[in-house]
């Protein structure tokens, strides 16, 4: 069905769509690479049905980094 929502899997499984995926290595969720040019092949669905992630120097997402206390101490 070509409505049917996808998960961060079914991206992972199109190389044209995994290379501008990023996972946040404290809540381990996915998401697009907020650099990720403004064209390339699933974009828009990634962005629609993921979102646009941007990760920290360690690997670790604004969410995560906002709720920082909830983290474990190598994440901080």
């Known amino acids: 069905m070509k409505t049917e929502e996808h998960d961060s899997e079914w991206y992972l499984q ?3 769509t995994r290379k501008w995926m990023v996972q946040c290595t ?3 969720r996915w998401g ?3 650099d990720a040019p403004p064209k390339f092949h699933g974009r828009a669905q990634l ?3 993921i ?3 941007k990760l920290d120097e360690r ?3 604004c969410q995560c980094r ?3 206390a909830g983290l474990p101490d190598i994440y901080r």
């Open 14 to 16: 199109d190389p044209r």
């Open 26 to 28: 404290a809540c381990n």
């Open 32 to 34: 697009c690479r907020h």
């Open 47 to 49: 962005e629609r049905h």
């Open 51 to 53: 979102g646009e992630m």
């Open 59 to 61: 690997g670790i997402c």
């Open 66 to 68: 906002e709720a920082g």
